[in-house]
Nanobody
Framework: QVQLIESGGGSVQTGDSLSLSCTGPERTFNSYNIGWFRQAPGKEREFVAGITWTKSEQQYADFAKARFTVSKDNVKKTAYLQMNSLKPEDTAVYYC?????????????????????WGQGTQVTVSS
């Protein structure tokens, strides 16, 4: 079992930045691929960004490519989602998720069912 804990959410203004963290205390965290998703009220949970367990590849949703950066620190057992130039439409609960295995294609990264473990989510609210 991998327990994921997100932090770093909050309420900000349009144009501000936030850095979300996802910590996995289990010793196997370093071997997991990490995905970030978000869910706005009344909407489906959608893919935001993903990073392979080796940190060699990152994937982004189109809306995230120019503003968000995903990273992973295997020493700290923590994954990050740096979000810049935030917009009101970025308001959502943000989740991190972990997927084991060496294969982590773009399709797998974007698919919610690919992940075995999920965090509880952290709220991000962007006001205009």
């Amino acid at each position: 079992q991998v327990q994921l804990i997100e932090s770093g959410g909050g309420s900000v203004q349009t144009g501000d930045s936030l850095s979300l963290s996802c910590t996995g205390p289990e010793r196997t965290f370093n071997s997991y691929n990490i995905g970030w998703f978000r869910q706005a009220p009344g909407k489906e949970r959608e893919f935001v960004a993903g990073i392979t367990w080796t940190k060699s590849e990152q994937q982004y949703a189109d809306f995230a490519k120019a503003r968000f950066t995903v990273s992973k620190d295997n020493v700290k057992k923590t994954a990050y989602l740096q979000m810049n130039s935030l917009k009101p439409e970025d308001t959502a609960v943000y989740y991190c998720a972990a997927k084991s295995g060496q294969l982590f294609t773009t399709a797998q990264a974007m698919g919610r069912t690919s992940y075995q473990y999920w965090g509880q989510g952290t709220q991000v609210t962007v006001s205009s």
